[in-house]
């Protein structure tokens, strides 16, 4: 592994962009730093996810309903939604700051 994987993760985070497909090169790295944390760092992933703000519940209960799922990609695809779910909070903020000279008291 060339980066490390905080770091692939970090960079992921910075790119404020969270539409990441499966099957991309972008995806991979994501998922396989994920699975290179759960393997021999996961105390560094549960820091990750706790910094990220990845649900705990959420993440439990989708790791519970489906064993049959790679504990890499399922943890990898509620990242990338949680991303996607602070990106859209974003853009909502700012658009509700978008008020013109004339509107602000």
């Given at each position: 592994m060339q980066d490390s994987p905080q770091h692939i993760v970090t960079?992921?985070?910075?790119n404020n962009h969270a539409v990441v497909?499966?099957?991309t090169t972008a995806y991979e790295q994501l998922r396989n730093a994920i699975q290179y944390l759960i393997e021999t760092d996961f105390y560094a992933l549960v820091q990750l996810l706790y910094r990220i703000d990845v649900?705990?519940?959420l993440l439990r209960k989708t790791l519970h309903e489906q064993p049959e799922i790679d504990a890499a990609d399922l943890i990898t695809q509620l990242?990338?939604?949680r991303q996607a779910q602070k990106i859209a909070w974003r853009k909502n903020m700012q658009q509700q700051n978008d008020v013109s000279e004339e509107d602000k008291w």
């Open positions: 960079q992921f985070l910075q497909a499966q099957n649900d705990e519940t990242l990338i939604d």
